[in-house]
């Protein structure tokens, strides 16, 4: 997984991504393609 300080960067990469919150972070997940994931915070 990606720590990432821009997330907007990364969910254009894929039509899959999808950016979620969970605890307070920002994550970038895709099912398809887990090499996308990311986090920031």
Known sequence: ???RNSLRSLKS???D???V???GRIYV???TNPRFKARQG
């Open 1 to 3: 997984m990606k720590v």
């Open 17 to 19: 991504c999808q950016v």
């Open 29 to 31: 997940i895709n099912k």
């Open 21 to 23: 919150r969970r605890k």
């Open 13 to 15: 990469r894929h039509r």
